[in-house]
């Protein structure tokens, strides 16, 4: 016995674990790589800002930056360069390489991960959103959610709080957005994270939500552990939200974070400016990287906040970023949606004053009325906007009660109201929509009845759904009226989509296949034309044509056929004179020529597009608009079954799997109802060739693909029958068919039924039933019997004894007769007539074995399928039965060489006693058609696999046994025969029975054995001792002896039993199914052989030979296994196919619907809608009973005073009193939406005068609300700003000129005096022109003259500034020339004036106002002034 190693090595381990550690190598110096790029750019391109003079502040040891002495730098302590200065944040802050990035870790469950960056506030938007995107690998997002509010901690209603978080993921989850907050764990922030956190913790999916910090590097507390000149991967950050202070923590649900460094800490707010700048950057960018114009849109997420949050959301708004505020979160959330929908009238500082008290509660005391009076304003401004403005109301009760659903209307109602219009703006919200795949909001907001869609106006968006893996989206737009026939009636089209599949098998098959063909391509015409490389590389139809039929199998003809100009591969080659439309080398056969052009389906296009790709869900949806679905999904399931086979991925070939047995389900399903509703149209589909699958059949796509439940169908196995029994009725016993075999003539007498005489029969009944109503009616009926039918003619006596021997049972049962007598023959000579000179039954014997060898060369190179000698061979040696063939012919050749020559004439004999066993198995195939003994027999080929298996084990015990026993007891024996008697042929008998009597010294018998070894008739005797008796130990043989038994006879044996059930057990629910499959081509053999039986079929076999190959007659088309149908009877069939897939469809869905878990979840969520329900009336009621007791109790006090009034007026006796209050009474059932629908129309000509900012300037108007514009209302506070652009300053301090006086804005104040930016004080006259002409000569459409302004980006009328209306503006002498100036000028008098008044311009102040003159000129076409414009144009 060797010692124990424990550290021994096996060479096999070693070398896999010196792969595994290489490969970590590896792993590791690639991510070292990675790290050292990604941080050599971020020190290039991120820096932060630090304090570079060092000034104390309020106390002695901390700077005016805010960082203490200890934060410096030894060079800013004692600056040289600022000697003398005072600290200035422009000045004495400079930017540095930034020192804190990486990832970040928060520990605690889950051990959150996140990525971070410290980052200057002047660091380009672009910079940072290369360090999102490319750094750290997030995709471009489809939408941007900036979620504002407020910063402190703050209380949401649990249901508002469930329905923001949920709302906000899915819309994120959804979409692809990014969700953009201030980063910390506070307020808004919080909220937001919590909704990260909660979807991470019950989401299983892989996709993470992207929710992006910008926060101020200067208030993070504990800020120190994320700084590391290398980076921190990762660091670990402490969340203190007790030690925090005024600093804040880092939210530790968010994923990453930009810290924005100004130099300075403890200032909150550093970050507004570049959070603003890298949303604006990033709603600049493409959505989906692609050039079309639509860009990523922005939407604003309000949920409390303060002032700074008004200011935040005007600010968005004023650049078009539509905001959605929640109301009942809080503060100005809340009051904004409270005056939303209001009309502007009563929108007025006091309402304002009285909403601030109420939601803002203690701060209220601390707010100026000067910033309640811009608040109003810019509250004004914004509820004007009422289509960039969506307020979500937990109260309403509707079917959105969504916050994902309220932001993506949001963003759909700004982008109505864009310069886009018509088409192209519904055109830009579907886009969008498909790009954050929100089929709802597309039903309910884009395909309304308002909209009618043309196909093609949606092929875009179809391209864009199946590029995206959007099937939902394909769905919907199929329903809204997509075709197929024309989306993909140009092949570029399913050419693109080809060329854009995903990642998957059929693609890296695909680039194989065209990177081949360009290659050989290149080669073949090398000498002819120069090919540069990398060019042509590109994917055909061709390409994709062989790679399915690779797939299919090359029975199939190419599905797109190839273009004349091509030879499988794109080359761009100038000499084209030569032809390359030869098809791959080693096609089976050339395309038909009526089938130049392959029938297209585009239904079979995207099917076969979305199947090589493994989608189910789209693949669905194509297969329900197939025109031949049932050979759809049979060629769907073979496709997918050769892909799962040939793939080296396991997960995705399981996936595959599932799918082809999925598709395997539906064709089952179809042919179902087929043949329930009509048997032979059912039989029609099974054989016909489909011209959209490459001209194969239902019946042979199931047999390739190995679809044995669909062949196994009652259906299928009734046309098998059929074709088994050929013309004869499948009802007839066998006894009668065997009988008639043999006396023919009784076929004549009605002792065969015929199948054609069962047709008469049913017609002739038939038309007896349809008379015998006729007669009992009165009326003529007519029925849709087909017309072929009536006019066939019973047999004739030739054609019934044809039919008969012609019939596969018949051919069948015959060849039985002839192997059995083949047998006896083989048995005789080989028992009674086997002589040195053959006897002419040996001879017969040698020719009916050739007539057996013509069959099976016969069967090997016949091919009506199409397959190909290769594919023919491969299926012929798959067959077990072929397999005895071969090797009873190879040793009947070897046994019949040997009998021939005198020396190995015995031998030969041997050899052909083999082979008569051989011959004998081969006769098991005879039972495979029996229903009862051909499963069986599948059974017993299962069993022998288990019992080599069984063998190999009982081997072991056999060999270890015998060489123990045969060692004790024969001493050195080198006879090798009795060597393995001893050990192996010996202990294989024990197990059955035979008992050895040499290991006992009772039955010993020296006479029975030889001493020396030397007689080669006996074994050698045992080792004897003194007495001559055996020495071996007796007792230790007997044991031996015991322990194999136990072990070989009951533990082994008892084995084989138990794994023979089992076997039995798992085949036997399917042998029925696999012998049912198998039987197709037992059916198919003998339906294509000959009739005669062997030794006769070889004059068959000489006719075929000399038909075939001598004559080159075309083979003879069978039509029982694939017919061709006429197009009338195909488009027929097909549309009653397509009515079962539809009656197939609905069965499924409705036991879908019916199912227990389908029930149980329609149950589970009616209540949960039931008590969202009932907790929405409990606080609505709640809400409206707090509302109805403050009405009692002001209407309370009310009556009191009137009351008190009537005491005082009866005390004094003056009835009249005055003064007495006015009791007004409010119904309880009057709502804000009625006061909303009784307001007036408010006046909006007055409204860009009074924007804040005035324009080209820095300057900011005096906010004036809408109920202070009036020159008659009193405004106190008014205190406006001066300004006239010629003065060189925006802001003049002292008292107002008196001229100003004289001149007032018409429409009011505007918040700001002086001229502005006009010319002159008072009214700034303009003149527009619009010059019209009609555009032919039927005065349908009228045209008018449009320039670019360049100062505003748009087109405008021609026009400008005038001193009298009687000319046109000097400036257009510019636009125009002189010349055609001129000649307008002079027919302004003659022109028509549509419009003369004051203009609503942002330059108006209180005391310079522009009004204009729009002034109309009608040219005729034929002017010699329209040909001057025309010239200028």
């Given at each position: 016995m060797l010692p124990k190693f424990e550290g021994k090595v096996h060479p096999q381990q070693m070398i896999e674990q010196l792969q595994q550690n290489n490969l970590q190598l590896n792993q590791g110096i690639s991510c070292f790589k990675k790290r050292c790029t990604f941080v050599t750019w971020i020190r290039e391109s991120i820096h932060k800002r630090e304090c570079c003079f060092f000034e104390k502040g309020v106390r002695e040891d901390v700077c005016k930056c805010g960082y203490s002495k200890t934060d410096h730098v030894d060079e800013a302590i004692k600056p040289e360069d600022f000697t003398g200065e005072s600290w200035d944040i422009y000045r004495h802050i400079h930017e540095v390489p930034t020192d804190a990035f990486g990832d970040v870790s928060f520990g605690g469950l889950g051990q959150k991960m996140g990525k971070y960056a410290r980052v200057s506030t002047d660091t380009s938007s672009e910079i940072l959103y290369q360090l999102l995107t490319e750094q750290w690998k997030l995709s471009p997002p489809n939408l941007l959610i900036s979620v504002t509010g407020g910063a402190k901690n703050f209380y949401l209603k649990a249901r508002l709080k469930n329905m923001f978080h949920r709302g906000l993921i899915k819309v994120a989850q959804t979409t692809g957005a990014w969700i953009i907050t201030g980063g910390t764990h506070t307020g808004v922030m919080k909220h937001v994270g919590q909704a990260v956190r909660d979807y991470t913790l019950s989401s299983s999916m892989q996709n993470q939500v992207v929710a992006i910090g910008v926060a101020t590097w200067g208030i993070i507390h504990n800020r120190d552990t994320l700084v590391h000149s290398e980076g921190c991967f990762p660091a670990h950050y402490l969340m203190d939200i007790k030690g925090q202070g005024r600093l804040s923590c880092l939210d530790n649900n968010h994923t990453h974070f930009l810290l924005v460094d100004d130099g300075t800490q403890g200032h909150y707010g550093v970050e507004i400016e570049l959070r603003s700048r890298l949303e604006k950057c990033i709603s600049g960018k493409c959505l989906g990287n692609k050039e079309n114009g639509v860009t990523i849109p922005v939407v604003c997420v309000v949920l409390d906040g303060g002032p700074g949050t008004l200011n935040t959301i005007y600010n968005a708004m004023l650049n078009g970023t539509p905001c959605v505020i929640l109301e009942g979160s809080g503060r100005i959330a809340d009051v904004i949606a409270q005056v939303a929908g209001l009309p502007m009238t009563q929108v007025t500082i006091t309402l304002i004053h009285q909403l601030m008290k109420k939601f803002f509660g203690q701060e209220y005391k601390n707010f100026p009325d000067l910033s309640i009076i811009e608040w109003t304003k810019k509250i004004q401004d914004i509820i004007r906007m009422s289509h960039l403005l969506t307020v979500f109301r937990v109260s309403e009760d509707n079917h959105n009660q969504d916050v994902d659903v309220a932001i993506l209307q949001a963003l759909l109602k700004a982008s109505r109201t864009s310069e886009s219009l018509g088409i192209e703006c519904w055109k830009r919200q579907l886009e969008l929509a498909i790009a954050w795949n929100r089929v709802d909001i597309a039903e309910t907001e884009i395909f309304t009845e308002e909209n009618q869609w043309k196909s093609s106006d949606l092929h875009w968006a179809m391209f864009s759904a199946l590029v995206g893996n959007k099937p939902k989206f394909v769905s919907l737009l199929l329903e809204n009226g997509v075709s197929l026939k024309d989306f993909l009636q140009d092949v570029e089209t399913l050419c693109k989509l080809y060329k854009q599949l995903p990642g998957c098998f059929f693609l890296r098959k695909l680039a194989k296949r065209v990177h081949r063909s360009c290659c050989s391509g290149k080669r073949a015409f090398t000498r002819r034309v120069r090919v540069p490389s990398g060019q042509g590389e590109m994917i055909t139809m061709t390409h994709v044509s062989d790679e399915v039929r690779h797939l299919l199998g090359s029975f199939t003809q190419p599905l797109y056929p190839p273009s004349p100009t091509t030879n499988h591969f794109n080359m761009a080659m100038e000499d084209t004179s030569i032809s390359l439309s030869k098809s791959e080398a080693g096609s089976p056969a050339p395309l038909r020529e009526d089938n130049a052009e392959a029938q297209r389906d585009p239904g079979r296009d995207l099917f076969l597009w979305a199947v090589v790709q493994n989608n189910k869900e789209l693949a669905e949806i194509a297969w329900e608009q197939c025109r031949d679905c049932m050979s759809a999904a049979l060629a769907a399931s073979k496709i997918l079954k050769k892909m799962a086979e040939e793939g080296s991925d396991a997960d995705e070939a399981e996936e595959m799997q599932e799918l082809a047995n999925h598709y395997e389900k539906h064709a089952i399903g179809v042919f179902s109802e087929c043949h329930n509703s009509d048997e032979e149209r059912a039989q029609k589909l099974l054989v016909r060739a489909s011209p959209f699958w490459g001209r194969t059949t239902c019946l042979r796509l199931a047999l390739e693909a190995d679809a044995k439940s669909f062949v196994a169908q009652s259906g299928v196995q009734v046309l098998l029958t059929q074709i088994w029994c050929g013309e004869l009725s499948v009802v007839n016993p066998v006894w009668r068919v065997l009988i008639c075999m043999v006396f023919f003539p009784l076929i004549f007498t009605g002792f065969l039924v015929f199948r054609r005489d069962e047709v008469i029969h049913r017609e002739t009944e038939k038309n007896e039933e349809i008379q015998t109503v006729e007669k009992v009616t009165g009326s003529s009926l007519r029925t849709n019997s087909r017309g072929p039918l009536q006019h066939l003619k019973p047999l004739g006596s030739w054609s019934r004894l044809v039919c008969l021997y012609s019939s596969p049972q018949v051919k069948f049962y015959w060849n039985i007769v002839s192997y059995f007598a083949f047998l006896f023959l083989f048995a005789v000579v080989l028992m009674i007539d086997f002589q040195p000179t053959p006897s002419a039954g040996e001879v017969l014997l040698y020719i009916w074995l050739l007539s057996l060898v013509c069959e099976e060369v016969r069967q090997l190179f016949h091919d009506p399928d199409g397959f190909g000698f290769r594919k023919k061979a491969k299926m012929y040696i798959n067959d077990l039965w072929n397999i005895l063939d071969v090797l009873s012919t190879l040793l009947f050749i070897v046994g019949l060489a040997c009998r021939l020559t005198t020396e190995l004439f015995y031998a030969g004999k041997i050899f052909l006693c083999i082979d008569f066993v051989v011959f004998c198995l081969r006769l098991m195939a005879i039972f495979t058609i029996s229903r009862t003994l051909g499963p069986k027999i599948i059974i017993v080929k299962r069993m022998m696999m288990d019992m080599f298996f069984f063998m190999f084990l009982l081997s072991i015990w056999v060999v270890a046994y015998g060489v123990a026993k045969q060692g004790i007891l024969i001493h050195n024996d080198n006879r090798l025969d009795w060597i393995l008697r001893g050990a192996v042929y010996e202990p294989y008998l024990i197990i059955f029975g035979n008992f050895p009597t040499n290991i006992d010294n009772a039955g010993f018998d020296i006479n029975s054995c030889s001493m020396t070894g030397t007689n080669p008739l006996k074994p050698k005797c045992p080792v004897l001792n003194e007495n001559q008796t055996p020495a071996f130990p007796e007792w230790l043989t007997i044991i031996m002896l015991c322990v194999y038994l136990l072990f070989a006879n009951i533990l082994l044996l008892n084995l084989l039993i138990a794994i023979f059930n089992y076997t039995f057990q798992e085949v036997q629910d399917n042998t029925d199914r696999i012998w049912k499959f198998q039987r197709y081509e037992l059916i198919k053999e003998y339906h294509s052989r000959p009739a005669a039986p062997p030794p006769f079929i070889i004059f068959s076999h000489l006719y075929l030979f000399i038909r075939n190959v001598v004559l080159c007659r075309p083979p003879i088309i069978c039509k029982e296994f694939k017919n061709k149908l006429l197009q009338i009877e195909e488009d027929e069939l097909l549309s009653w196919e397509a009515l079962m897939k539809d009656r197939y469809l609905l069965s499924t869905q409705q036991q879908q619907s019916q199912s227990m878990e389908r029930r149980i979840l329609d149950t589970a969520q009616k209540v949960g809608t039931i008590a969202d329900r009932l907790e929405r009336e409990e606080e609505t009621s709640s809400a409206d009973t707090i509302k109805r007791l403050a009405r009692l109790e002001e209407q309370v006090v009310q009556s009191a005073k009137a009351l008190q009034w009537i005491v005082d007026s009866l005390k004094s006796q003056e009835f009249a009193a005055k003064g007495a209050p006015s009791l007004s009474i409010t119904s309880t059932d009057e709502s804000p939406d009625t006061l909303r629908n009784t307001s007036e129309k408010e006046d909006v000509s007055h409204v860009n005068a009074r924007?804040?900012?005035?324009?080209?300037?820095?300057?900011?108007?005096?906010?004036?609300?809408?109920?202070?514009?009036?020159?008659?209302?009193?405004?106190?506070?008014?205190?406006?700003?001066?300004?006239?652009?010629?003065?060189?300053?925006?802001?003049?301090?002292?008292?107002?000129?008196?001229?100003?006086?004289?001149?007032?804005?018409?429409?009011?104040?505007?918040?700001?005096?002086?001229?502005?930016?006009?010319?002159?004080?008072?009214?700034?006259?303009?003149?527009?022109?619009?010059?019209?002409?009609?555009?032919?000569?039927?005065?349908?459409?009228?045209?008018?003259?449009?320039?670019?302004?360049?100062?505003?980006?748009n087109m405008a009328l021609p026009g400008g500034p005038v001193q009298s209306a009687d000319n046109l503006p000097v400036t257009l002498k510019r636009t125009m020339g002189k010349k055609l100036y001129e000649k307008l000028n002079a027919k302004v008098s003659k022109g028509t004036k549509v419009f003369e008044g004051y203009v609503d311009d942002c330059r108006n102040t209180d005391n310079a106002w522009v009004e204009t003159t729009i002034l109309n000129i009608h040219l005729e076409r034929t002017s010699r002034t329209m040909e001057d414009i025309n010239n200028m144009v």
């Open positions: 924007q804040f900012h005035y324009p080209n300037s820095k300057l900011t108007r005096f906010p004036v609300p809408e109920e202070m514009v009036p020159w008659k209302v009193s405004f106190s506070s008014y205190m406006p700003s001066y300004y006239a652009s010629e003065d060189g300053g925006d802001h003049v301090d002292g008292s107002e000129s008196e001229a100003l006086d004289n001149y007032r804005n018409p429409k009011g104040r505007t918040g700001i005096t002086g001229r502005g930016a006009l010319s002159h004080l008072g009214p700034n006259l303009n003149v527009d022109l619009v010059l019209t002409r009609w555009q032919d000569s039927k005065r349908s459409v009228l045209e008018y003259l449009a320039v670019w302004d360049e100062s505003q980006g």
